[in-house]
């Protein structure tokens, strides 16, 4: 696979995981009337999740760090 796609979707995901988070506490604080309290958690647990999603695709799941791209071998 071509090392620059391989990576691609992260950066789709992280936003997707702040917008989508930080979203449903807006929606959240709108009914409860809480404002900005779980706007700011969600943005937090968004940025939270998102990073941690980023950060396993690209240094693999493993506690070695290799996710087995470098030898050629996928371990999925």
């Known amino acids: 696979m071509n090392k620059f796609l391989a ?3 992260l950066g789709l995901t992280f936003a997707l995981f ?6 449903l506490g807006l929606k ?10 779980f706007t700011i958690l969600g ?13 396993r695709g690209v240094y693999g799941k493993g506690s070695g760090g ?8 996928d371990q999925r």
């Open 66 to 73: 290799s996710s087995g791209e470098e030898d050629g071998t």
């Open 18 to 23: 702040l917008g989508g988070l930080s979203y």
């Open 7 to 9: 990576h691609s979707h």
């Open 43 to 55: 943005g937090f647990l968004g940025f939270g999740a998102g990073f941690y999603h980023l950060y």
């Open 28 to 37: 959240l604080d709108e009914r409860l009337g809480t404002t900005p309290l």
